[in-house]
């Protein structure tokens, strides 16, 4: 697919700012994954715009919009990729990802595994330090594929139908950029329980 990804980054008080622009040159349109589901502690589904999947790999900070990749050793019943949205066909996709500093990980796959390894709880407080950053965007074809909302309070958020097609046609558009001075970021740290 012809799609360009572009980023700015910035540090602000409101935290570390990843603006970035996904722009579609194909002459159809195509689908990116841009929502990021949360339960909020009274029930109520929330998709902010400004979230991300975030991982700490050897130093590098990884903020992803997209289908995640299920690592090896997880069973799912079924995966279930992010809802996304449209990028018309010669249009652009603009978002903002705003993390919190220190920024919390936050990557369901790899919390998974390392409960099912502790048999015990996941939390993010373990205090670490990224000195770059990468930043993956999710985006696929259209093509015998159909997007829907699913959700009446959040019309704009579109289930892709049939799943596997749009994840395994998935196409990741990356940027990568320096942390200096290096960021502040909190962990995963398994606690068993006694």
Request: proline share 11%; glycine share 6%; net charge negative.
């Amino acid at each position: 697919m012809n799609v360009t990804l572009s980023c700015t980054v910035a540090r602000t008080p409101r935290g570390l700012e990843l603006s970035y622009v996904a722009t579609n040159s194909e002459p159809s349109d195509i689908g990116v994954f841009n929502w990021i589901e949360w339960l909020r502690p009274d029930g109520t589904l929330a998709f902010p715009s400004s979230s991300a999947y975030v991982e700490l790999t050897r130093e590098q900070l990884l903020v992803s919009k997209r289908a995640l990749a299920v690592p090896e050793g997880l069973r799912m019943a079924a995966y279930v990729p992010p809802p996304a949205s449209v990028i018309p066909a010669g249009g652009r996709f603009e978002e903002c990802i705003v993390l919190a500093v220190p920024v919390l990980v936050l990557q369901p796959f790899r919390a998974a595994l390392l409960r099912g390894r502790i048999a015990g709880e996941v939390v993010a407080d373990q205090p670490a330090q990224a000195r770059s950053l990468r930043l993956e965007v999710g985006v696929f074809p259209l093509a015998g594929a159909s997007l829907s909302a699913n959700h009446p309070a959040h019309p704009e958020v579109l289930a892709v139908s049939p799943p596997h097609l749009a994840v395994s046609r998935q196409q990741v558009l990356s940027f990568e950029a320096p942390l200096d001075p290096p960021l502040e970021v909190l962990d995963y740290r398994g606690v068993p329980w006694p």
